[in-house]
């Protein structure tokens, strides 16, 4: 069995989609999930799911507390789901390769620190964009910077769009095609 856990920081729309996509899955399972902010509503997505959910509090968020849990928990594999704090360098060594992030945009547009959720929509938008998309990556130690695994996008019409309407855009693009990419990408680092 390889073990997973989701890092979020949100309402967890994604990790959300993602436990229901590998619910029953005999082999990928989805074993914990945890959230750096104590009123997120990714706990109630896990507790909906019967996952284990943690908080990684301040004093917890250093590489030798994160890399002791992890080992505790036996984790294989990290997915970030709109998860916001910089994961400690020390920790994107020891699983090279083995964390993934979702990020809404096209990468390299609107991609570093700073640019999440809306601030990259608003961009989109004051820039009147005709399209824009989602970027599934690994992560290394610099923010948006791992390698690309797949990028889907979206059309848009500059004269109509509306922060609502690209969020709604890009939820749809998430909830597609995040799961179905982060099983792909498992399946052909273990060697299915």
Not at 67 to 86: M, P, T, V, Y
Not at 160 to 179: D, P, V, Y
Request: proline share 3%; with cysteine; aromatic share 8%.
């Amino acid at each position: 069995m390889i073990q997973v856990e989701i890092w979020a920081s949100g309402g967890g729309t994604n990790a959300d989609a993602i436990m229901q996509y590998f619910k029953g899955d005999d082999v990928i399972k989805i074993t914990a999930l945890g959230c750096n902010r104590k009123a997120a509503g990714a706990f109630a997505v896990a507790q909906k799911h019967s996952v284990r959910a943690h908080y990684w509090g301040k004093d917890d968020w250093n590489a030798a507390t994160i890399l002791e849990q992890l080992k505790k928990r036996k984790i294989d594999f990290i997915i970030l789901a709109g998860f916001l704090k910089l994961v400690p360098s020390e920790v994107t060594e020891a699983f090279e390769g083995k964390i993934v992030n979702i990020h809404p945009s096209l990468l390299p547009l609107y991609g570093g620190k700073d640019m999440y959720g809306d601030h990259v929509h608003e961009a989109v938008l004051a820039n009147q964009d005709h399209q824009t998309g989602i970027t599934i990556h690994e992560v290394n130690a610099e923010f948006d910077k791992g390698k690309m695994l797949a990028q889907y996008g979206t059309n848009l019409n500059p004269s109509t769009e509306t922060l609502a309407s690209i969020k709604t855009k890009i939820q749809a693009l998430e909830h597609t095609h995040f799961a179905p990419t982060i099983e792909a990408w498992i399946k052909e680092k273990v060697g299915f």
